[in-house]
Every structure is written in C-alpha cells, then in structure tokens.
C-alpha cells in the first residue's frame, strides 16, 4: 500500500504584505490592492501522472483611474534554477514547477534562465486584472509523506 503525500504550495503567505504602488511613472501614485490565491496540491501519488496539478491566482485591484498592466516574476525558490524548482520537507525533495499555461510548456521566472514574467492577465476588466498560475509536481518520484514546500518571492513591476 503506497502512501499520499499531501502538498500544499502557499504563495499567498510569500508574496505581498503591502499595497502595490501603480502609476507612478505617470507621477500619481495609486495603491493598488494584491490578493493571492494558494496553489493547493492534491495528496501526491507518484505514479499517478493526472493528479498532480493545481491553479493558483493572483488579483490586481486599481482604482478606477489606474489601470493594471503590472508584469509580474516569480523567484527560482530554493533550488535556484527556475526549470528544476523543488519543495523539500527535511532532507527529502518533491521536484514541481510554475507555468504560464495549463499545457505546462512556459516556466514561469523573471525572463532569465528560459522562464517567462507573467505579463497577461486571464481576466481583465477596468481596474482589476486576474492572473492564472499553474502548477504540476513531476510524475515518478518516491518521496516520504509530509509537509513540501519552497521559498518563493515574486516582484511586480507597473
């Protein structure tokens, strides 16, 4: 009997802690509100390839004389590469990665190191823009059950 390992990614708690600040090239300086939805992993089965995604966003409210169009990057996290991110619980490490799309082709970074910046929203409307990460843990690794995480932070420039 083979053990799940439950994986949570929580981006939400890594990222922004203070209003954005939007429009400032312009000279105004509009703050912006960021909220973050967490990427939550189902319990992890190594050999179960369809298992092994989850959706995260991130929102932008402006008011209404700003408009969001912020470009956005995401660190490589502990593993320092953006095309082999790992969460590690102890000494054990869960290989997954960011995309920028549900094909999971576009690793999502700062434009180095064959990653892209996130720099279109999935929804956008006057004042609010919606940007859609996808995540998926690798299929074929034996690792204990436990805790995974990474250290990410990201940075959005107006």
């Given at each position: 009997?083979?053990?799940?390992?439950?994986?949570?990614?929580?981006?939400?708690?890594?990222?922004?802690?203070?209003?954005?600040?939007?429009?400032?090239?312009?000279?105004?300086?509009?703050?912006?509100?960021?909220?973050?939805?967490?990427?939550?992993?189902?319990?992890?089965?190594?050999?179960?390839?369809?298992?092994?995604s989850a959706i995260g966003t991130i929102q932008v409210d402006c008011p209404p004389d700003v408009e969001p169009h912020p470009r956005i990057s995401i660190s490589p996290g502990?593993?320092?590469?953006?095309?082999?991110?790992?969460?590690?619980?102890?000494?054990?490490?869960?290989?997954?990665?960011?995309?920028?799309?549900?094909?999971?082709?576009?690793?999502?970074?700062?434009?180095?190191?064959?990653?892209?910046?996130?720099?279109?929203?999935?929804?956008?409307?006057?004042?609010?823009?919606?940007?859609?990460?996808?995540?998926?843990?690798?299929?074929?690794?034996?690792?204990?059950?436990?805790?995974?995480?990474?250290?990410?932070?990201?940075?959005?420039?107006?």
């Amino acid at each position: 009997m083979r053990a799940l390992t439950p994986v949570v990614l929580a981006l939400a708690c890594l990222w922004l802690e203070a209003p954005a600040r939007a429009g400032a090239s312009e000279g105004r300086t509009s703050s912006c509100h960021v909220a973050v939805s967490p990427l939550v992993f189902p319990p992890y089965d190594g050999l179960a390839h369809d298992r092994s995604s989850a959706i995260g966003t991130i929102q932008v409210d402006c008011p209404p004389d700003v408009e969001p169009h912020p470009r956005i990057s995401i660190s490589p996290g502990r593993s320092g590469y953006f095309a082999e991110r790992h969460m590690t619980s102890g000494n054990e490490r869960l290989r997954y990665n960011l995309f920028l799309e549900p094909s999971h082709l576009r690793v999502i970074g700062d434009g180095t190191g064959g990653s892209e910046a996130i720099t279109a929203a999935s929804v956008h409307s006057p004042g609010r823009a919606v940007f859609t990460i996808y995540g998926k843990i690798l299929p074929g690794q034996s690792v204990s059950p436990g805790q995974y995480s990474d250290d990410l932070t990201f940075q959005m420039e107006f």
